[in-house]
């Protein structure tokens, strides 16, 4: 029996533009993905009879998730199924940090590893799960265009720090959209240099901007909300900065905070072996 566990990371957006919603009320998208060293974690087995059922701790999900959802799809593409798949959830839900998107990539990432598939039929059944999900099966830091599922890989960044922070709310991303479509904006192109910018800032909740206002205090060269929030994470120069930051924010108690690495393309594609 093969047993493999997959370390799903979530991710920030280092950049995001909204464009206007098309016909079918989708809207296009400029962003910059980079995947971050906060994990869910996926335990796969192959060699048993197949299973159609997730096992999911440390949250409440739904019966058909996205990891349910890869599972059923990916029926019609890889001529393996598991015998068993455990999700152990850490990345909250609601956040904008792509933590489901990541999970169900994850599972694509595991049956690809026992039973390679093409790179178009995977970023398929990538797109067809969800619009982040191709972003984690390129991993590192890339460009998303179209709805988000068109990638473009871009070099490894030099190693930064993240502290991300989660306020006591969730943000509904049907809700955010709605809301920033009453605001009245040009969409904006891609960015000269390094800055940190996110067209949801217009719309977030007070308490994911004091948020960012508070990293920057704390030392963060910049801050931003990441995908439609409600996490913000702040960029900071090396781990000891970034971990006195999240400890400082840990003892006001007003958020969940992390330290999380920035990840290299190889590091947020890592599978290991049980």
């Not at 940190?196 to 004091?210: K, Q």
């Not at 206002?213 to 090396?238: K, P, T």
Request: proline share 8%; hydrophobic share 40%.
């Amino acid at each position: 029996m093969t047993k493999l566990r997959i370390p799903c990371p979530a991710k920030v957006n280092l950049f995001l533009a909204v464009g206007p919603p098309d016909r079918r009320g989708y809207h296009p998208l400029r962003t910059v993905f980079q995947a971050v060293a906060l994990y869910d974690f996926l335990d796969v087995e192959f060699g048993g009879p197949p299973t159609w059922k997730v096992e999911v701790d440390g949250a409440e999900l739904p019966a058909e998730n996205t990891v349910s959802k890869a599972l059923r799809l990916s029926q019609e593409v890889f001529a393996v199924a598991p015998s068993r798949v455990r999700l152990e959830k850490h990345i909250p839900m609601q956040s904008g940090l792509g933590g489901g998107s990541s999970d169900a990539a994850g599972l694509l990432r595991a049956l690809d590893h026992i039973r390679p598939g093409s790179p178009e039929e995977m970023r398929s059944l990538a797109a067809a799960v969800g619009a982040d999900v191709p972003f984690f099966l390129a991993g590192g830091r890339a460009k998303g265009e179209g709805y988000g599922d068109q990638i473009t890989p871009l070099p490894d960044a030099p190693e930064e720090w993240y502290v991300i922070a989660k306020p006591p709310i969730g943000c509904s991303t049907p809700e955010m959209y709605a809301r920033l479509d009453e605001k009245p904006r040009e969409w904006r192109d891609w960015p000269e240099g390094d800055e940190l910018c996110n067209d949801f800032e217009r719309v977030a909740p007070c308490e994911c901007l004091d948020l960012t206002e508070r990293l920057r205090i704390l030392g963060a060269r910049d801050a931003a909300l990441s995908g439609s929030g409600s996490s913000v994470f702040g960029r900071f120069a090396d781990e000891g900065a970034a971990t006195a930051a999240a400890a400082s924010m840990k003892s006001e108690g007003h958020a969940q905070v992390w330290v999380a690495k920035g990840l290299s393309r190889r590091e947020s594609l890592r599978i290991d072996r049980l």
